[in-house]
């Protein structure tokens, strides 16, 4: 789960981490109030999206004047902003960011993730930060620095000398990152992030650190334990259907295909997948109602995936294991008749009473196409979606 760059910054100045002055507004109206409160002679407005690539997309501007305040958020507030990102949907900006400006003598790049090849944290940081950063990683790998976290004793003082001397910072700023880093770590364990990226982190003429931007994710699988953070979630800022797909409780990312899928277990959706590919279609979406499906999940599901309208027909592969056949049967009877379902369905069930369930669905009346193996699903959805 992403967070807006005025959220993530309240978690870093609970965190004790000295960030921009800025508030969050709404309204044009409400910049205004805020660029008053904070006062000084300019201000940054910077649209608030779960993208990068808003200062390209002008999404992030100074301006000099009230007057200014109020005509860029204006702009910019119920609007769509594309970026490099988001392209090519772009996400809607309903809320801005009004903070201060900063005299900034340099911008550098700090971020730290989850490094799923060490199974550790990694630090990441690079001297070249700002709004280049993807092509100086791209064209310069070798000005991209890394530091693996123990996680037993987290980021140790040597690793946040290392990269002070690498990022070639000196006096204050010297102390300021080798103060930051730890505390950025705090952060990113406190509240199980997956990423933490802050770019720019920048040096202030008065050499000082901080951080000038702030993108954070929260591993999904952690927010039973962080509802706090969990009541944060913009589902403004994602598809529709994975919005629904939420709510429900289900697994689903949206793709581009015809072809819906409907999987128990993540495993057998990915190879489902595969097999349409195959065979010459594309699936519109990766859908997993997990191991435990029920009636009510495959309803909820059929809702999801139709409402993409570029859905031709639905394939259903469900492995009874923890739960039987027939009672998944019985549900995408219910399912089809409940949801109203105008595209060919191709089902194909294996696992306990299968034999049953494949019954079922022939006698049940309905277009439903039962189907014996998993190539034989994948055909009939590629033949009927053609």
């Known amino acids: 789960m992403n967070l807006h760059e005025y959220q993530a910054k309240q978690i870093l100045r609970s965190g004790n981490i000295t960030t921009p002055r800025g508030i969050a507004a709404a309204s044009a109206d409400d910049a205004v109030k805020a660029a008053t409160e904070l006062g000084g002679e300019a201000w940054v407005v910077k649209a608030q999206i779960h993208a990068g690539g808003r200062g390209k997309a002008g999404g992030v501007k100074?301006?000099?004047?009230?007057?200014?305040?109020?005509?860029?958020?204006?702009?910019?507030?119920?609007?769509?902003l594309v970026t490099n990102q988001n392209a090519p949907d772009g996400q809607p900006v309903n809320q801005v960011l009004v903070e201060e400006t900063l005299p900034i003598a340099r911008e550098l790049y700090l971020s730290l993730l989850v490094d799923r090849e060490s199974e550790r944290v990694a630090i990441v940081a690079s001297a070249a930060g700002g709004m280049d950063i993807e092509e100086v990683a791209h064209a310069t790998p070798e000005k991209?620095?890394?530091?693996?976290?123990?996680?037993?004793?987290?980021?140790?003082?040597?690793?946040?000398?290392?990269?002070?001397?690498?990022?070639?910072?000196t006096g204050?700023?010297?102390?300021?990152?080798?103060?930051?880093?730890?505390?950025?770590?705090?952060?990113f364990m406190a509240n199980d992030l997956s990423l933490l990226e802050v770019n720019p982190l920048i040096v202030t003429a008065d050499n000082r650190v901080l951080p000038l931007d702030c993108?954070?994710?929260?591993?999904?699988?952690?927010?039973?334990?962080?509802?706090?953070?969990?009541e944060l979630r913009d589902d403004s800022q994602i598809d529709a259907k994975e919005a629904a797909a939420n709510a429900a409780n289900v697994n689903y990312v949206a793709l581009t295909g015809n072809i819906g899928c409907m999987v128990n277990g993540a495993g057998l959706a990915m190879a489902t997948m595969d097999l349409i590919q195959l065979e010459g279609g594309t699936p519109a979406n990766f859908l997993d109602v997990g191991g435990g499906a029920t009636p009510e999940t495959v309803a909820q599901g059929f809702k999801i995936i139709l409402l993409?309208?570029?859905?031709?027909?639905?394939?259903?592969n469900i492995f009874g294991g923890i739960v039987r056949c027939d009672v998944i049967a019985e549900g995408i009877i219910q399912a089809v008749?409940?949801?109203?379902?105008?595209?060919?369905?191709?089902?194909?069930?294996?696992?306990?009473?299968?034999?049953?369930?494949?019954?079922?669905?022939a006698e049940s009346g309905l277009a439903i196409l039962a189907a014996e193996s998993l190539t034989q699903a994948a055909k009939l959805a590629v033949d009927e979606a053609a």
Do not use: W
């Not at 003082?157 to 990269?163: E, G, N, P, S």
């Not at 993108?215 to 969990?230: E, Q, T, V």
């Open 62 to 80: 100074v301006v000099k004047q009230l007057e200014a305040v109020h005509a860029l958020a204006s702009q910019l507030l119920g609007s769509v």
């Open 144 to 169: 991209v620095l890394t530091e693996i976290c123990d996680p037993l004793l987290g980021v140790q003082d040597f690793q946040c000398r290392a990269l002070a001397f690498a990022l070639g910072l």
């Open 172 to 187: 204050e700023a010297y102390k300021d990152f080798c103060r930051l880093l730890p505390a950025l770590y705090r952060v």
């Open 215 to 230: 993108k954070m994710s929260i591993d999904d699988s952690a927010l039973y334990r962080r509802k706090s953070l969990a």
């Open 308 to 316: 993409d309208p570029n859905v031709r027909a639905v394939l259903i």
């Open 337 to 361: 008749k409940e949801v109203g379902v105008k595209v060919p369905v191709i089902v194909r069930l294996e696992g306990t009473n299968a034999e049953i369930g494949r019954k079922l669905l």
